[in-house]
């Protein structure tokens, strides 16, 4: 009996740990395959760049979504990073140094784990908003010196360098973009893992009692500003990795890289994703990436748009995308999911509908107010038209208004719905 107990108990915790390493085996399939379906160096740059975006995010992540410490300059240790890792390359070509490419992203962690522990030691003795303006004031100060500090930062041009005078490594030179993908990848699937253990081990946890509440924590014997420190010396050692891995990327780092502007993304891609969760940062990642790359190809608003998803975000849907997926399960897991595909059908798509409509209108006036002089023609959604003619304004209010009247009728069924999808015997679960 006790032979048959141990055995269950064994085969119990083989499929837990396998569980646990799906995802992971799923991940590392899907990046294999991937350059094969996506062939082009644009799709693959587009790739490399949601890559490296990832790794920044989930960096972020360990600040905001588990040490509850709000940021406003965490651009500056990506940055410095990335320019450490620029000037390593010239190093290499210069002196003829015996150091692969695939090691360059360590350096750049190095020392933004160098930079994160000086700011750090001072910075996080105190959370909250005295925390947020430290880190601007920091990201400031960072950024004002990158065009006073020209032998390091490159003054307004930059610094840039050539990955392929690096040593071989394992005779690959990275001439191509493939190569750089794989190389790009393989620093995902790693710091991505290390980040997840990082958040399961004690000090990750103690992140989140920190976060939730730092009096109890301190109550109960740990210190709240130590906690906060390594949290935050941690994510610097990955946002500099990020940036040794923009660095190989693209060859070159500038101001850009540091400004507040770059942290303010960062931001806005880690709320949209959902910083209660592990993964949230990797879908605000992939998403804004797509919007920044193949939207802003469409239209010069895409900003305006991807502005817009974030207020509507924050508004309606704190838990960020990833929050709009976990906010399933429970019916997923009750068998329930089938009773929300009509009302869904019912509410969203009048919904895009509508948005698409309005979007429209939006790009119409925008091209009456900046096209040239007699430029009255105009291509949205594969269809040519005159934007001064008075019937495609009449189709584009149809349209809009059409759609969010429906949305607006078809919402109660969605709520019975919903409801009823998540309610076990009568009760809700």
Request: aromatic share 12%; charged share 10%.
């Amino acid at each position: 009996m006790s032979d048959t107990a141990s055995n269950n108990g064994t085969a119990q915790r083989g499929g837990s740990r396998l569980g646990a390493a799906t995802p992971w085996i799923v991940s590392i399939v899907i990046l294999a395959i991937i350059p094969f379906v996506f062939t082009s160096n644009s799709a693959i740059t587009i790739m490399n760049q949601m890559a490296i975006t990832i790794v920044f995010a989930l960096a972020y992540n360990m600040l905001l979504g588990q040490g509850g410490m709000l940021s406003f300059g965490h651009a500056v240790y990506m940055g410095v990073g990335g320019f450490m890792c620029v000037h390593i390359m010239n190093y290499v070509e210069d002196y003829s140094l015996p150091l692969p490419l695939p090691v360059l992203p360590l350096f750049g962690g190095l020392f933004g784990l160098g930079l994160a522990t000086i700011v750090g030691s001072f910075s996080t003795r105190k959370a909250g908003t005295v925390f947020a303006m430290i880190s601007l004031g920091v990201g400031e100060l960072i950024a004002a010196c990158s065009v006073i500090i020209v032998a390091f930062f490159g003054g307004e041009e930059g610094v840039s360098g050539d990955r392929t005078y690096g040593l071989p490594f394992f005779g690959i030179e990275f001439l191509h973009q493939i190569e750089v993908y794989y190389l790009i990848a393989f620093w995902l699937l790693l710091s991505a893992l290390l980040m997840f253990l990082y958040s399961r081990t004690p000090i990750g946890r103690m992140a989140n009692a920190v976060r939730d509440n730092p009096e109890r924590a301190e109550f109960l014997g740990y210190s709240a500003r130590w906690v906060r420190f390594f949290s935050f010396c941690a994510s610097g050692f990955f946002a500099g990795i990020a940036g040794g891995l923009f660095a190989i990327n693209y060859e070159i780092l500038t101001e850009e890289n540091l400004n507040l502007v770059q942290s303010g993304s960062i931001l806005l891609i880690t709320f949209l994703g959902g910083v209660g969760y592990f993964f949230g940062p990797i879908i605000g990642a992939v998403v804004f990436t797509l919007l920044q790359t193949v939207l802003s190809l469409e239209t010069e608003l895409w900003q305006l748009y991807v502005g817009a998803l974030f207020v509507a975000t924050v508004m309606y849907f704190p838990g960020g995308l990833a929050g709009i997926l976990m906010m399933h399960m429970p019916a997923i897991r009750m068998g329930k999911a089938g009773l929300l595909v009509m009302p869904y059908i019912k509410t969203v798509l009048p919904a895009i509908i509508g948005t698409l409509g309005l979007a429209a209108l939006i790009e119409t006036i925008f091209h009456i107010r900046h096209a040239a002089t007699g430029d009255e023609e105009m291509t949205l959604f594969w269809t040519t038209f005159n934007s001064h003619s008075v019937l495609p304004w009449l189709v584009m209010i149809l349209v809009t208004v059409t759609g969010y009247w429906l949305t607006r009728r078809n919402l109660p069924e969605l709520r019975r719905a919903w409801h009823e999808a998540n309610t076990i015997d009568g009760s809700p679960s």
